[in-house]
């Protein structure tokens, strides 16, 4: 057996209850390669078990396993296998929408479906958080994401997407201690919640939001301190003033020639 698949099994183990349990997503996850479609059924087919496919589907209603625990198992392959040792975790995160169908599906409803072909953007499923861990494979010229961890939301009035997203950071964050974690989304994913201590967190600013000036120091008068600096206004604003300067990116494979500029704000 290839060490690296002596690793994987070794890993793995502990996320479940029972070795029998273990076997069972060794196989299903097998089936997920091999078959056709991404059903409980086809991956049962798949690998073997198809007329096993009630303990298939048994797996995913009520065996005992830890989701976080297999997620962290195979973050640690990719650290191990894919980055060196002084490099930082960069971690992509975003929501993911998933098409469902029938009444009985767990926490399904309408939602907004960025993916969707045309002008309906609304469909009925899940909505899932999904953090990847950003690697460079060499076989691929551009950097991959690999998922790890995952949360679903569950809707209005519970924890919104960007907390659930810092939650995901935070379980990065505290599996690996020593290393930098750098966590990057989309606009959707901003907000005090995403400021996490030992991690810095890039997104892109929604269009109308107001930027202010550093928190003051204590000036020893009498009153309430200040919680926010002078106000910078929008980000349109910002860029009136900022001090610009030439840099040079790379992205999607391509060496491209920007200006940037850099200011703290709240």
């Given at each position: 057996?290839p060490?690296?698949?002596?690793?994987?099994?070794?890993?793995?183990?502990?996320?479940?209850?029972?070795?029998?349990?273990h076997?069972?997503?060794?196989?299903?996850?097998?089936?997920?390669?091999?078959?056709?479609?991404?059903?409980?059924?086809g991956?049962?087919?798949a690998?073997?078990i198809g007329?096993?496919?009630?303990r298939?589907c048994?797996?995913?209603?009520?065996?005992?396993?830890?989701p976080?625990?297999?997620?962290?198992?195979?973050?640690r392959?990719?650290?191990?296998?894919?980055?060196?040792d002084?490099?930082?975790?960069?971690?992509?995160?975003?929501?993911?929408?998933?098409?469902?169908?029938?009444?009985?599906?767990?926490?399904?409803?309408?939602?907004?479906?960025g993916?969707?072909q045309?002008?309906k953007?609304?469909?009925y499923?899940?909505?899932?958080?999904?953090?990847?861990?950003?690697?460079k494979?060499?076989?691929?010229?551009?950097?991959?994401?690999?998922?790890?961890?995952?949360?679903?939301?569950?809707?209005?009035?519970?924890?919104?997407?960007p907390?659930?997203?810092?939650?995901?950071?935070?379980?990065?964050?505290?599996?690996f201690?020593?290393?930098?974690?750098?966590?990057?989304?989309?606009?959707?994913?901003?907000?005090?919640?995403?400021?996490?201590?030992?991690?810095?967190?890039?997104?892109?600013?929604?269009?109308n939001?107001?930027?202010?000036?550093?928190?003051?120091?204590?000036?020893?008068?009498?009153?309430?301190?200040?919680?926010?600096?002078?106000r910078?206004?929008?980000?349109?604003d910002?860029?009136k003033?900022?001090?610009?300067?030439?840099?040079?990116i790379?992205?999607?494979?391509?060496?491209g020639?920007v200006?940037?500029?850099?200011?703290?704000?709240?």
């Amino acid at each position: 057996m290839p060490p690296q698949w002596r690793d994987l099994l070794e890993e793995l183990a502990p996320a479940f209850a029972r070795r029998s349990t273990h076997r069972l997503f060794m196989a299903l996850a097998c089936g997920l390669i091999l078959a056709d479609r991404g059903t409980v059924t086809g991956m049962a087919a798949a690998a073997g078990i198809g007329q096993q496919w009630r303990r298939a589907c048994w797996f995913f209603a009520a065996a005992k396993w830890d989701p976080d625990a297999l997620g962290l198992a195979v973050a640690r392959l990719i650290v191990k296998y894919l980055l060196s040792d002084h490099d930082p975790l960069t971690v992509a995160i975003d929501g993911t929408f998933f098409r469902r169908w029938g009444r009985r599906v767990f926490q399904a409803r309408w939602a907004y479906d960025g993916a969707a072909q045309g002008g309906k953007k609304t469909a009925y499923g899940n909505t899932w958080v999904i953090a990847a861990l950003v690697v460079k494979l060499p076989c691929c010229p551009s950097p991959a994401a690999l998922p790890v961890l995952f949360r679903l939301w569950h809707g209005k009035g519970t924890a919104s997407q960007p907390e659930l997203a810092a939650r995901l950071l935070k379980v990065l964050a505290g599996a690996f201690p020593g290393r930098a974690v750098h966590g990057t989304g989309d606009c959707a994913f901003h907000g005090e919640s995403l400021v996490i201590e030992g991690t810095t967190w890039t997104t892109r600013l929604p269009s109308n939001a107001v930027l202010s000036g550093p928190k003051p120091p204590p000036t020893g008068n009498r009153g309430r301190p200040r919680e926010k600096g002078d106000r910078i206004g929008t980000c349109a604003d910002a860029a009136k003033t900022a001090g610009w300067q030439d840099t040079v990116i790379r992205a999607y494979g391509k060496t491209g020639h920007v200006q940037a500029s850099s200011m703290p704000a709240l």
